[in-house]
């Protein structure tokens, strides 16, 4: 458990890591500590280079969370923490004082790092003061869909983290009850991703590496229907290969939504590999100007989604009848 203790008069002593009163603070720092955290200096310090680990996807069973308002979430959802360094210019904010003490009540490891170490520790060129590792979120198929689902998103080899991170947001914020990825599309729980979401990969349930069969035949047994997003029809050479398959790629505002539903998008560059197109019940289609190729996968799957909304009345969280 972090503790932080206030008094001015009380400093960590990095060597023995307990408290020595009649120490004055470094750098006016009033962020100090009992003996379950330490002091860190070196950008050397195995603890950090855990976290450069964790960052590099080097332990899939950790995830690295970055800046105030992700650790915020990751507090707010239950996330299990293993670690938490943080600068003492975080406390000199009113949003980052609130935060460390919140971390006061976090089982997990703490550090107290330089600014030099953090940037060594961080991702973006103008770190918040606060990193965290917490346990990745796990969830199987079965989990997903005992809850029976009506909203669903199918991420098909998806390899951008940033279009994946903001499906996930997007999802959140169109009432999905949850997204799947297939086998070799991006983690959703690295880095890059993790931030594009905005926290929402650790809100929405997502389940990582499914395969498509197995995918279907759970669509299948709750009846969900499964709608893959298509190229428009005669813009895309090469994806529509005969006049029957065409003619079952239908306008988006003109399949039903309001029926439980797995949308399945993509590759950005390639679109959803032939084995998902087998598995699909519809294909839509997003109408768009003339000379205009494609959607970026991200926005095109917003649409989508929206469009599930507004069939849907816009009415969030609403629980299917079994």
Do not use: W
Not at 45 to 74: C, S, T, Y
Not at 120 to 135: E, F, R, Y
Not at 222 to 241: D, F, Y
Not at 243 to 262: F, G, N, Q, S
Request: charged share 25%.
């Amino acid at each position: 458990m972090i503790e932080i203790v206030r008094p001015s008069h009380l400093v960590l002593e990095p060597s023995r890591r307990v408290l020595r009163p009649g120490l004055k603070p470094e750098s006016g720092c009033s962020i100090l500590c009992t003996m379950l955290v330490e002091k860190i200096t070196s950008r050397h310090n195995p603890l950090v280079k855990r976290f450069r680990r964790v960052r590099a996807m080097g332990e899939r069973q950790h995830v690295f969370l970055e800046g105030v308002r992700l650790i915020e979430d990751a507090i707010n959802t239950g996330a299990r923490f293993e670690s938490v360094a943080f600068t003492a210019e975080l406390e000199s904010s009113e949003r980052g004082a609130a935060l460390l003490d919140s971390l006061r009540r976090v089982q997990c490891r703490g550090a107290l790092v330089s600014k030099q170490v953090m940037e060594a520790i961080a991702d973006t060129q103008t770190p918040q003061g606060v990193a965290a590792l917490v346990s990745r979120p796990y969830l199987e198929l079965d989990d997903l869909f005992s809850n029976s689902p009506d909203l669903l998103v199918i991420a098909d080899e998806l390899q951008d983290p940033g279009n994946l991170g903001t499906i996930i947001r997007t999802a959140e914020a169109a009432g999905a009850n949850g997204l799947i990825t297939t086998r070799y599309t991006v983690d959703p729980f690295s880095d890059k991703a993790i931030r594009a979401s905005m926290g929402s990969a650790l809100r929405l349930p997502v389940v990582t590496g499914a395969s498509r069969a197995d995918i279907a035949a759970r669509c299948r047994h709750h009846k969900i229907k499964m709608i893959a997003s298509r190229a428009t029809p005669g813009q895309a050479q090469g994806i529509i290969e005969d006049a029957a398959r065409a003619e079952r790629v239908k306008l988006c505002t003109e399949v039903d939504m309001t029926v439980p539903i797995a949308l399945i998008v993509g590759r950005e560059a390639t679109g959803i590999p032939e084995p998902g197109n087998a598995e699909a019940d519809e294909s839509v289609h997003i109408p768009m100007a003339e000379g205009v190729e494609s959607l970026n996968v991200a926005a095109a799957t917003a649409i989508l989604l929206y469009e599930a909304a507004r069939q849907r009345g816009f009415r969030f969280g609403v629980k299917r009848e079994t």
